[in-house]
């Protein structure tokens, strides 16, 4: 086994979900098994069972920190309109699901997919997504409360078209994107909003 290098517990959990990462990128989520991930990693089964119990808090934790990632490029200041940055963060979602299509389908049609630990990172992006967009369109009251409650419909609705996408792939991206558009502008609409 090779030397083992001199990292801190955050660069060592970090180096695990990169492996992780990999890992399940390359195998069903019932196929993967901890501790070969452990062994590609170059670490002890004790240390991986350390930073993630089970396997499933281990994806959970990959996923999590994924969306961290997509949740910081999502929101760019250099758009002209707020109907521009919801579009280019629509664009930045598609992109990251497309790059990541194994892990999507895992945390959105395995076994686990249903696991609150799976589940509530793409809600916090995606309430993060909602929060800037009502803010930037400068929406208050009862107003408010009605096109957000549009925008979370409009969410579910890109979560399961980006799923299908990647899925069936019988939509071009760009269809994608103008049906989302369309159904936001719809959902607003109702709302009394527009962006």
Request: contains cysteine; aromatic residues 8%; hydrophobic residues 45%.
């Amino acid at each position: 086994m090779p030397s083992r290098r001199r990292l801190t517990p955050e660069q060592r959990r970090d180096e695990l979900m990169d492996v992780g990462a990999t890992v399940f990128e390359e195998q069903a989520y019932e196929d993967v098994v901890m501790e070969d991930v452990a062994r590609r990693a170059n670490a002890s089964r004790a240390l991986m069972y350390h930073y993630f119990p089970t396997k499933r808090e281990f994806f959970a934790a990959i996923w999590k920190r994924a969306h961290d990632r997509l949740s910081a490029e999502m929101f760019r200041a250099d758009t002209t309109s707020v109907r521009d940055g919801v579009a280019a963060a629509l664009e930045a979602h598609l992109t990251f699901y497309q790059a990541h299509v194994p892990l999507v389908m895992i945390a959105n049609r395995s076994s686990i997919a249903t696991d609150p630990a799976l589940r509530e990172p793409m809600a916090e992006g995606m309430r993060e997504l909602c929060d800037r967009i009502l803010d930037a369109s400068g929406v208050t009251g009862h107003a408010r409360d009605v096109a957000s409650a549009a925008l979370t419909g409009w969410v579910a609705f890109i979560r399961e078209i980006t799923v299908e996408w990647l899925s069936n792939k019988q939509l071009s991206r760009t269809e994608v994107v103008d049906v989302c558009m369309g159904v936001l502008d719809a959902a607003l609409g109702v709302a009394g909003q527009r962006l």
